[in-house]
């Protein structure tokens, strides 16, 4: 065979190539598989999401505009746009992952939030997430419409990892995970909350940060300490995982000390048991879309 049939066969075995490719593109069944992911969205959120518009994001990704997620006892989050994209490189592998990038809607003069994660799958005949890593950071709480949360700028950094359970998992449970979790609130503006016959006055703190350590599917709270100009705050507890998210159980107990200021605010609502160096303990419990609070 001479160098020019060389050349010939190659050429035409690359057009077979590109034309296969070409075809697969234009006939793969992108509509269900949009659909598919924000329904796996849906089910392991616990939300209810929409999407106004989808786009393909070449050359092997999918973007989604103004997303609404809402459940029945949580705030609407509006996600402005997602974007999901195969990384190219794991075509090759037998783990398949993916990039994810998406900007949560601030309102009109709010920051917009940033969410860059990196995730990978099973596998492609299996595509549940086994390792899951990102930062969140920019998010406006008060915009989220979280109940008694006035103001408060949310970043978080995550590594989570999936294991394979012994045997079948029952209804509610989740998959056996490990993770860390670093969460810190910047400029945290709590509303009065009735307390009874009394109300608790707003609360002020200017950082709030956490530390969440998982193992199978129960979580314990490491870090919870905040400082600002009404007082200290420090907890810990657990936080047992649940299916859908809303519904993991939280336990978690808090010491207050309370500045004078907030003291003599507090005083005036009726809040007698605000005083200065005097240890408040608050406990948290119940599911987390329907806490119950107790002094």
Not at 235 to 244: A, N
Request: proline share 7%; with cysteine; aromatic share 4%.
């Amino acid at each position: 065979m001479v160098w020019s049939d060389v050349k010939a066969f190659a050429s035409w075995t690359l057009c077979g190539v590109a034309l296969v490719i070409v075809c697969v593109l234009a006939t793969f069944p992108y509509e269900q598989l949009q659909a598919r992911v924000l329904a796996e969205l849906s089910r392991g959120s616990g939300l209810a999401v929409s999407a106004a518009q989808w786009s393909l994001a070449w050359p092997l990704g999918l973007e989604w505009r103004e997303l609404a997620l809402t459940g029945p006892h949580g705030p609407r989050l509006q996600v402005a746009r997602l974007l999901i994209s195969l990384l190219p490189g794991s075509l090759l592998e037998g783990r398949p992952s993916v990039a994810v990038k998406a900007e949560i809607s601030g309102g009109a003069n709010g920051p917009r939030g940033q969410l860059t994660s990196r995730g990978i799958l099973r596998s492609w005949s299996r595509p549940a997430l086994v390792h899951l890593t990102g930062t969140l950071e920019q998010v406006d709480l008060g915009r989220l419409g979280v109940p008694a949360l006035k103001r408060g700028l949310l970043r978080v950094e995550l590594d989570q990892r999936w294991r394979e359970p012994e045997g079948p998992v029952s209804a509610g449970h989740v998959r056996p995970t490990d993770g860390r979790w670093q969460v810190e609130v910047a400029e945290v503006q709590l509303e009065a909350v009735p307390l009874g016959p009394v109300t608790l006055p707003s609360v002020g703190l200017s950082t709030l940060k956490g530390r969440l350590e998982c193992r199978e599917a129960a979580c314990r709270v490491e870090l919870l300490e905040g400082r600002g100009p009404d007082g200290t705050l420090n907890g810990s507890g657990t936080l047992v995982l649940r299916t859908p998210l809303p519904q993991s159980e939280l336990t978690l107990s808090v010491t207050i000390v309370v500045s004078p200021e907030f003291a003599l605010r507090a005083s005036a609502a009726g809040f007698a048991l605000a005083s200065p160096g005097l240890p408040i303990n608050v406990t948290l419990k119940g599911p987390v879309s329907n806490l119950q609070l107790a002094l």
